[in-house]
């Protein structure tokens, strides 16, 4: 019972898609295109783990500054209080961090650059301010949110392509990092849109907590209307993008335009009509899965490009 709470409160699904989004980058992209690292298979298993401890912890203090509105916006799914304690929730948070802290130390560390383990103390401790004071203001908590997920993909390249880089393939490694901002740019247009939602989807009990957020400055039909026209700009991006990158490989241009592009209108679609709290709660997990699909697009373009040669 415990286990599985503890597994709920640090949103595992979550954690495995971050963690495969890194895999893929390493041992598909990488290899395929021949990009130089640096990290070793067990450097980058701490790499992950860092990765991962820090943000179960922020899930965690998420739960524990959102008990109160999650007791109105979500009853059901509550863990703090029902399968653990505040004072475990505490406990469990502090470890994950100094776990995610000690891992960054000895990663920054193996590159030789010590000053880089401030990436994860600056990510923790921006994830604290954001549960208890920013996640209250518009927009402002969307936006780094947002940020720290794209960081997630950033931070390999950081590790493992930056300290490879020489006069002889600084080309070839900025271009692969180019790759990794390309995604990085993708996944924050996609989380913003989504944190904006739950932020409508979560309206009733967010004003429980005295919040400022968007949905409770402008009201729930502004909101969506923002939403809509957010999701333009990932729409022209992701389709200017695979045209301009994939127009001679159908394949992979297919893959881009029906199997992200078409869900991302499906959604705008179901969130210029949303009406009902269920309404969002479907838009917020169809954002989710976009988000996946575009992501594993680094797997098919990979092994694509790979047999095409």
Known sequence: MIV?????????????????IQLLFKYIYFPIFSVTTTLSNLDFSILLLATIAIAAAGYIVNDIYDLEADKVNKPGKVIINKKISIKKGYLYYNLLNIIGIIAGFYVAYRIDNISFVAIFII??????????????????????VSLLVSLSILIVG???????????????????????IDYSVFAFMFMLLREIVKDIEDVNGD????????????????????????????????????????SDIPVILAYMLIVVMLPLLHFMTKILYAKT?????????????????????????????????
């Open 123 to 144: 990510t923790a401790l921006l994830l604290k301010v954001y549960n208890s004071d920013f996640k209250k203001r518009p927009l402002i908590g969307n936006i780094i």
């Open 277 to 309: 709290k269920k309404d969002y709660t479907y838009a917020s997990n169809l954002l989710k899965l976009i988000m996946l699909l575009g992501m594993l697009s680094i797997f098919v373009i990979s092994l694509i490009i790979h047999y095409a040669k």
């Open 207 to 246: 004003k429980k907590l005295n919040m400022s957020t968007l949905p409770i400055l402008l009201g729930r039909r502004r909101s969506k209307n923002i939403v809509f026209g957010l999701s333009f700009i990932p729409l022209i991006l992701v389709t200017l993008y695979s045209f301009n990158n994939f």
């Open 158 to 180: 950081v590790f493992d392509i930056i300290p490879a880089i020489t006069n002889e393939n600084v080309v070839e490694q900025f271009q692969a990092f180019r790759v990794l």
């Open 4 to 20: 599985l709470g503890f597994l709920q409160l640090i949103r595992w699904k979550n954690l495995i898609m971050i963690a495969c």
